[in-house]
């Protein structure tokens, strides 16, 4: 009769498929974005890319390091504007009603600060080590903002596009 007999690890399987079933059940449905939330989510978005001039001189000032081997003032500089400008699109979309697009939505701006910002901390040291494990924090970031922008990309349509990560 081993059959019908109740062992540790099925009842512990049985236990696990129950609060599964259970978590499922319990999870709160996704909460739609009303029309006037997901315009303010698009304008808000559409205020983050820098211009292309602002872009070049960006590019520009990251190409050619100082003395020091760090970054130039300009460059800085730069990273600061595009980093302004992500928090004052995270400003505004926290402004919105509250849904799941608004969250994956600051979820992708907070990556994408963090980014600049490790690009900030690269730019500050010289130390081959240091760089690489800011490395592998950008690379983090950069697979969060990917996950959470395919999450909110259908919400903000054909618009949210030019500021992928």
Do not use: C
């Not at 500089?77 to 400003?91: L, P």
């Not at 402004?95 to 730019?123: K, M, P, W």
Request: aromatic letters at 4%.
């Amino acid at each position: 009769m081993s059959g019908g007999r109740i062992t540790r690890g099925k009842l512990l399987l049985a236990s696990g498929k129950a609060r599964a079933a259970t978590d499922e059940a319990a999870a709160p449905h996704p909460v739609r974005p009303s029309p006037a939330d997901v315009r303010a989510m698009r304008a808000a978005v559409a205020a983050v890319p820098p211009s292309r001039q602002e872009l070049l001189a960006l590019l520009a000032a990251l190409r050619k390091p100082a003395e020091s081997g760090r970054f130039r003032e300009a460059a800085f500089t730069g990273i600061a504007r595009v980093r302004e400008r992500i928090r004052t699109a995270e400003a505004r979309v926290r402004q919105v009603g509250h849904s799941n697009a608004r969250q994956e939505l600051l979820v992708y701006l907070a990556a994408l600060d963090g980014i600049f910002t490790v690009l900030a901390d690269v730019g500050r040291s010289t130390d081959p080590y240091r760089a690489a494990r800011l490395h592998a924090q950008a690379v983090a970031l950069e697979a969060r903002a990917r996950s959470a922008y395919q999450t909110v990309a259908p919400w903000l349509g054909a618009g949210a596009r030019a500021a992928t990560p």
